[in-house]
């Protein structure tokens, strides 16, 4: 994957901030595209985070009637310019689906992360993240364990 363009909405700049681990995303791409709503949704600039305003206005106008401004910009910027969009939200993910768009989330980037020895534990980060107000659902946290190579301790939620 980090061959690609990499695009994120806020979701997981936020997600990341809050476990302290912003670390990773430059870690595992180097730069990362953001737009212009993502940036002022997000709040801080980074030297990794490269702001850029997607072309097609009207594009973004279409999408901003089923997703906020930031997901519509960042879906419109992954279109573009064909990047791996990294997206959370459900309705957003579908929409960036049905353009054909190549997509992960948050927890997917901790799986890449473990892979290349970037963090220890899937399950580490997904609990950090759980314990600051980020939702992952149990399925999904079970196949992220999954792929992690981590084996869970049953359900305890």
């Known amino acids: 994957m980090s ?4 695009i994120t909405d806020s979701g ?11 670390d990773i995303l430059p870690s ?55 990047g791996v969009l990294i997206v959370d939200d459900l309705q957003a993910r579908k929409v960036a689906q049905r353009l054909g768009l190549q997509i992960t989330g948050t927890v997917g980037i901790l799986i890449i992360a473990k892979k290349k020895g970037i963090i220890d534990s899937v399950k580490g980060a997904i609990d950090s993240l759980e314990s600051v107000g980020f939702y992952v659902g149990a399925s999904l946290k079970e196949q992220a364990l999954k792929m992690a190579g981590e084996v869970s301790g049953g359900g305890d939620r």
Do not use: H
């Open 12 to 22: 997981c700049l936020i997600a990341l901030e809050r476990i302290d681990r912003m």
């Open 28 to 82: 595992l791409f180097g730069e990362v595209w953001i737009p212009p709503a993502v940036s002022q949704e997000f709040g801080s600039s980074l030297p990794w985070l490269k702001v850029v305003l997607p072309k097609d206005q009207g594009m973004i106008t279409a999408l901003k009637l089923s997703v906020d401004d930031g997901e519509a910009e960042a879906i419109a910027l992954a279109y573009e310019y064909q």
């Open 3 to 6: 061959q690609n363009l990499i």
